[in-house]
């Protein structure tokens, strides 16, 4: 697994550039992340990535679209707010989770 | 701020001006979940999406039967049965509610669910001029957020550059 540098400290990442280690990473990180891909995280950002940490630790699957809208009650339109085009990788990225593997 | 080296590329300039152009045609119940579940994966990848309902597919957004697709194993040989139990009374309802029941399971939401998701993520509906006639519908027995009923070239000209998928 590669390692990278991200708000000067050291991150494991899969190829593309994902996380792979939920456990280094904290809520700081996460603005450093956001940042990376033009997103300035509000308090409707950090409800939706704590709803996504918590889910993942219990799942250990990133919810998709559909799961953080009917689970964790952020709409879908909302999301794409939020996230712009495509809020289900970014969304996992700035969670430092994997990308999603459902397809719904 | 250190930016990070390896970094996933999201690409949103390359998504720029793609677009999906997404004939249903099929109002089974197991026809209708690939254009959706295509759809609102291309929507979640930032691809500019049209879906057109036409024949069958009218179904799909006509009021009175959208919530009611059926799944039939009559004729379908890929569900493994005898095809001479296929036709038998009960089949049919059987294999439907079973369906819906793998569905749910997964969270693949019922076709209604699925195009409020899909008009939520930005994605457009268009209804066939020639079979909203054939049918005797106007757009008050359409699902609410069909945008409006188009003719063939109308749906052809809107779609210009698409990818095109027919399902």
């Not at chain 2, 079979?131 to 210009?160: C, Q, R």
Request: net charge negative; glycine share 8%; aromatic share 8%.
């Amino acid at each position: 697994m590669p390692v990278t540098t991200i708000d000067g400290r050291e991150v494991h990442v899969d190829a593309e550039g994902f996380m792979t280690d939920p456990a280094e990473w904290d809520e700081s990180l996460a603005a450093a992340l956001a940042a990376a891909i033009g997103i300035e995280l509000t308090d409707r950002h950090w409800e939706l990535l704590r709803f996504l940490r918590a889910d993942f630790a219990e799942q250990g699957e990133t919810a998709t679209t559909r799961r953080v809208q009917t689970v964790g009650g952020v709409p879908t339109k909302e999301q794409f707010a939020l996230f712009p085009k495509k809020p289900a990788k970014k969304m996992a990225y700035v969670a430092g989770l994997p990308k999603p593997k459902g397809c719904v | 701020m250190t930016v990070p080296e390896i970094r996933p590329s999201f690409d949103d300039d390359a998504t720029e001006g793609r677009k999906l152009a997404i004939i249903c045609s099929k109002g089974n119940l197991d026809m209708a979940y690939p254009g959706l579940i295509l759809g609102n994966a291309a929507l979640g990848e930032g691809v500019e999406t049209h879906l057109f309902f036409t024949f069958w597919g009218f179904d799909m957004i006509t009021r009175s039967r959208m919530d009611d697709l059926k799944f039939t194993p009559v004729g379908n040989t890929a569900t493994h049965m005898p095809m001479g139990l296929t036709p038998l009374p009960g089949m049919t309802t059987m294999a439907t509610r079973q369906m819906r029941r793998s569905l749910a399971e997964l969270d693949i939401p019922p076709v209604r669910d699925f195009l409020e998701q899909i008009v939520a993520a930005g994605g457009h509906l268009w209804a066939c001029r020639l079979s909203a006639d054939m049918n005797k519908l106007t757009e008050a027995d359409l699902y609410e957020e069909v945008e409006g009923i188009i003719s063939a070239s109308d749906f052809i000209e809107l779609t210009e550059g698409a990818q095109l998928l027919f399902i």
